[in-house]
């Protein structure tokens, strides 16, 4: 009997152990998502709209702060038509993967012109992202802009 005692305390090292790789993937997964968000926002920033064309999922949509829902092909016509950031960054972004799975939290700091008047706008956001064969990508973004800073 006191060999089968000792067997759960073998066997903790080798559960660590396997657990390594888990965490060095779900590492990888997070640092893969992140580079995501930048180059999403790289794309609005240089008015990139083929880019995001060929890299958000077919089926995504945006809901806005206004509770209005676009797809991928109003994005990329609402880029085509004219709309220009000349900052489009996220910030304190947080990802949390489950699976093929992920969501991303964070500020995104959008600033430019509408109508001929300069704007700053600050929004809170929440990005699903699932992986896919080629990788992840971004299937849903929701956005609720904040209130100015007082």
Avoid at 48 to 64: C, G, I, R, V
Avoid at 72 to 97: C, I, P, Q
Avoid at 136 to 148: E, F, G, T
């Amino acid at each position: 009997m006191p060999a089968i005692a000792a067997l759960p305390a073998l066997l903790l090292p080798v559960l660590l152990l396997a657990s390594v790789p888990a965490r060095s993937a779900q590492k990888d997964d997070v640092q893969q998502i992140l580079q995501a968000e930048r180059d999403i926002c790289a794309a609005f920033e240089r008015e990139d709209a083929n880019w995001l064309e060929q890299h958000l999922d077919p089926t995504f949509t945006l809901t806005s702060s206004t509770g209005k829902v676009t797809t991928r092909a109003d994005e990329v016509a609402d880029l085509r038509g004219g709309t220009k950031y000349d900052v489009f960054r996220n910030r304190d972004s947080k990802v949390r993967v489950y699976g093929d799975a992920a969501v991303v939290t964070g500020i995104t700091r959008v600033e430019g012109k509408s109508d001929g008047k300069p704007y700053a706008l600050d929004f809170q956001f929440t990005d699903t992202y699932v992986r896919k064969p080629a990788g992840w990508v971004i299937v849903a973004s929701h956005a609720s802009r904040l209130p100015p800073p007082k």
